[in-house]
Each structure stands twice: as C-alpha cells, then as structure tokens.
C-alpha cells in the first residue's frame, strides 16, 4: 500500500511519520486489496486535525479527527476507518452469501413451477382478471 503523508502549517517528525506508516499497516491485516492511503494533517492554534483517505474495494474511506494532540487524532482518525473496514467487509461477504442463498431458492422455486407449470399459469389468469375487473372469457 502507498501511503502519502501531507503536512499543512508545520514539518512532520519521524515519530509522526513512523506511526501513521504502523497504523496504515494495521489496516492492511483487515484488508489486503488497500491501494492507497492519503493522511493530511493539519495545525492551526491548538487544533490538530487529521485525515485519512482510504481507497480500498473500490470504495473511498475518510476518517477525519481533531484533537489537542497529533497523536491521539492520528489514532483515532485510523480506528474511525478501522471500523469503517469492517463494516464493509461485512457488507461485502453478506452479500455474496445472500445471493449465493438467493440463486439456491430461486433454482428450486423454478423446478416446482416445472412440474405443475398448468396450474400456475391459470392461477396467474385468474388473479389478473380479478385484479382489472375484467371476466376472462371461457
């Protein structure tokens, strides 16, 4: 994953440095198709601000914090996408199992209708005919 680092009004330490690049690497064991990873890190008085861009599953992911201190807003900006992560992560994988489940009950539905395609389609005949008020013709 590429991380890029930009720092608005001051200059960013190594220690700065050295723990966006160790929390970047802690998304990754959530997710290992992570592209890029943009932090912009902003001073302005006694506001630190932080911001993550994630791009990730085709997705963009934005955790964003302000704190008095750098490092807590660093943290918690990457818990935001952490959580952020998995619930997609989740969203993704129960998806695919309900269209795995959808595909499996509407297989079996079309082989019942099969075996007694006759009834249903005077069923459907009448229930349309009740439904516009029209009397089907004999």
Do not use: W
């Not at 592209?35 to 912009?40: A, G, I, L, Y």
């Not at 890190?41 to 932080?50: L, P």
């Amino acid at each position: 994953m590429r991380t890029v680092i930009t720092a608005r009004h001051f200059e960013v330490s190594d220690s700065l440095k050295d723990r966006i690049h160790k929390a970047a690497a802690k998304l990754e064991r959530f997710d290992d198709r992570i592209v890029d990873c943009h932090v912009v890190m902003d001073v302005q008085r006694h506001r630190n601000s932080v911001e993550v861009l994630l791009n990730a599953h085709g997705h963009t992911l934005r955790g964003k914090d302000e704190s008095d201190n750098m490092y807590s807003a660093i943290d918690a900006a990457f818990e935001k996408l952490e959580r952020q992560l998995k619930r997609l992560d989740s969203k993704l994988n129960d998806h695919r199992t309900d269209k795995e489940g959808f595909v499996a009950s509407l297989t079996e539905e079309t082989e019942e209708s099969e075996e007694d395609e006759e009834g249903e389609t005077q069923l459907e005949a009448s229930l349309t005919a009740e439904d516009t008020g029209v009397t089907p013709e004999a």
